[in-house]
């Protein structure tokens, strides 16, 4: 950067000495009027002339006297009149000296101006090419229909930097080894897949897999988002895509990585985009470039997606994206190998203990866990530690969970004690019921997202479907805090709004998507699918009539009102406990799970 500004200062330098140049030149070529006819006559009949010269132009009417004064200055006056001037000067005694027509200086009046216009043309092409990147493949007005994709030739990064993700490095190593030794299937008649989509949740991995397989295979890799296609011009992203494969043709065998592609291969003829529109364009180019591939090439691409139901079914058919790989949330296993690929640059206390914590982080990304080890790490240097203790892990916990905590908010004696019997009535059920929790914290803090306190579950197995009883179980500890501000104060508030919507979706699903309604049957009556502009359809229609979404509410209010009598009978046997979690919440305005499940006992 600094670089450029000095180019850039020298290029105004020299436009700045041109200029002052140029206006010099203009300044030698001035007439100077301020010598009047009046002043002549004055001289003359003064007698302060000792000589004239009469200097006319190319016209031959027109031109210049030059008057030599006695006392040694020289005035030239400018006049159209050159011959009644030499009568007048005769006419005192003064023979006027007749010199050449004067000739124009063409180096001055054309040749200079020229080369300065020229100068300042190709100064304000090399700042425009200069800020559009160059080389870099960025540049504005040259390189426009270029391609944006960076290009790694030495990438370090391989297969055992990547944890976590057993089974999609297992289904890899294929295109790995065709890398290394593409003749070994050529010579047998097997064709690699010329593409490989990577689909999953964000933060699982799907880019780190990537870039490890073209450190693995030691090939050049190619790296670009799907975004970096479209541009405001129609025409720009198809540009883009043909010099990316010619790009990736010259340094074959190599791999294309498409990061965020449903940006740019969005299913076609949906929303409000015509057939025409540039994402479209861009979406059939690649297209075309993908199937023109010969047989084995050598380019292998490789994409990533957590929106793979909006794809367009042209791009997911075999011979342009061949095989699909799910990479999904790790395991406990995964989770533990993530914990100790983030910590290897951590100092960690001696009670930290990463296989506790694997189990007790369950549905997290390997973003997730990564973002939690920073985050305690802040709070150990923050509090000028020197090692992460366990401690910091568990605050860091409840910061990504949750979120940052409000202790200096001031909340009145009453609102205090009206959130911790609802936050009571969460733990209470948490840790009743068999299939959610157990309690990991429970707070009558304020926290960032505009909750007066929370109740932190903390499950520690992995899952892979819900159950009917589970969901309802959810829906239990939901309406939990509602119950309890009606059993103590016979009374409710508005706090338990977003318990209320959370057990009111949850029951839906059940009805709707999942089946679990013995009224309405096993058939699927939902459609939050088809959104606008992602969707198949602009506007939304319901697949069933008036009659059946009635049916819909019905049920789904009686399985709400059933798990409310269920939850409230459970908080009803436990008063006594409810009691006791909200003054030890009074007390300490926070509790972990040991001294909330030993006011069982």
Known sequence: MNQKRRGFGQY????????????????????????????????????????????????????????????????????????????????????????DIERENWILTSLVPTLIMVVIIVFFFLMMNSQGGGSSGNSKMMNFGKSRAQLILNNHLTLKDVAGLKEEKEELEEIIDFLRDPAKYTKIGARIPKGVLLEGPPGTGKTLLAKAIAGEANVPFFSISGSDFVEMFVGVGASRVRDLFQDATKHAPCIVFIDEIDAVARRRGTGMGGGHDEREQTLNQLLVEMDGFGVNEGIIVLAATNRVDILDPAILRPGRFDRKIAVGTPDVGGREEILKVHSKNKPLSDDVDLEQIARTSAGFTGADLENLLNEAAILAAKAGKAYIEQEDIRAAFIKVGIGAEKKSRIISDKEKKITAYHEAGHAILFHVLPDVGPVYTVSIIPTGVGAAGYTMPLPEKDE??????????????????????????????????????????????????????????????????????????????????????????????????????????????????????????????????????????
């Open 12 to 99: 105004f330098l020299l436009i700045g000495f041109l200029l002052v140049g140029l206006i010099m030149i203009n300044s030698w070529q001035k007439n100077n009027i301020e010598y009047t006819r009046a002043d002549l006559i004055n001289d003359l009949e003064t007698k302060s002339i000792s000589e004239v010269y009469v200097q006319p132009n190319a016209e031959g009417g027109t031109g210049y006297l030059r008057i030599d004064k006695t006392s040694g200055e020289k005035e030239k006056l400018y006049a159209t009149d050159i011959r009644e001037l030499e009568e007048m000067v005769r006419s005192y005694g003064i023979e006027p000296k007749i010199l």
């Open 464 to 601: 892979m479907f819900m159950t009917k009883g589970r969901m309802k179980q959810e829906i239990m500890v939901s309406l939990g805090g509602r119950i309890a501000e009606e059993i103590i104060f016979d009374d409710i508030t508005t706090g338990a709004s977003s318990d209320i919507k959370k057990a009111t979706k949850v029951a839906r699903k059940m009805v709707t998507r999942f089946g679990m309604s013995e009224n309405i049957g096993v058939i699927d009556y939902d459609n939050s699918d088809d959104e606008v502009f992602i969707g198949r359809d602009l506007a939304h229609t319901r697949a069933y009539s008036e009659s059946v979404a009635g049916e819909i509410d019905k049920e789904v209010k009686a399985i709400v009102d059933e798990c409310y009598m269920k939850a409230k009978e459970i908080i009803l046997e436990h008063k006594d406990v409810l009691h006791k979690t909200a003054e030890l919440l009074l007390q300490k305005e926070k509790i972990k799970r040991e001294e909330f499940e030993a006011l069982f006992v």
